[in-house]
Nanobody, 112 residues
Framework: VQLVESGGGLVQPGGSLRLSCAASGSIASIYVMNWYRQAPGTQRELVAGITSGGSTNYADSVKGRITISRDNAKNTVYLQMNSLKPEDTAVYYC???????WGQGTLVTVSS
């Protein structure tokens, strides 16, 4: 499976973005789809994850502001990000487990 992220861009603080991660094949059998992010000079960190059964988990820093979802029919995982803050600025990557496949990333910049 290959993963391609899209939806990044420049947004003002308090704004919203929806990121998409489109898979080249079916994601129905992928146990976990995760979104990670990496800001300049920092390590990649887990933002959110969703299992094939629909269970979700979130980093404490994004709880209440970010929602992960998956559409198996479209082989796509989404990350709805609201109330964005400058500290959310990063390259966002999706990751499939246990396939251990990464996407190429999409840049999110939160700035006025």
């Amino acid at each position: 499976v290959q993963l391609v992220e899209s939806g990044g861009g420049l947004v003002q603080p308090g704004g919203s973005l929806r990121l998409s991660c489109a898979a080249s094949g079916s994601i129905a059998s992928i146990y976990v789809m995760n979104w990670y992010r990496q800001a300049p000079g920092t390590q990649r960190e887990l933002v959110a994850g969703i299992t094939s059964g629909g269970s979700t988990n979130y980093a404490d820093s994004v709880k209440g502001r970010i929602t992960i979802s998956r559409d198996n029919a479209k082989n796509t995982v989404y990350l709805q990000m609201n109330s964005l803050k400058p500290e959310d600025t990063a390259v966002y990557y999706c990751y499939a487990f246990p396939q251990r496949v990464w996407g190429q990333g999409t840049l999110v910049t939160v700035s006025s």
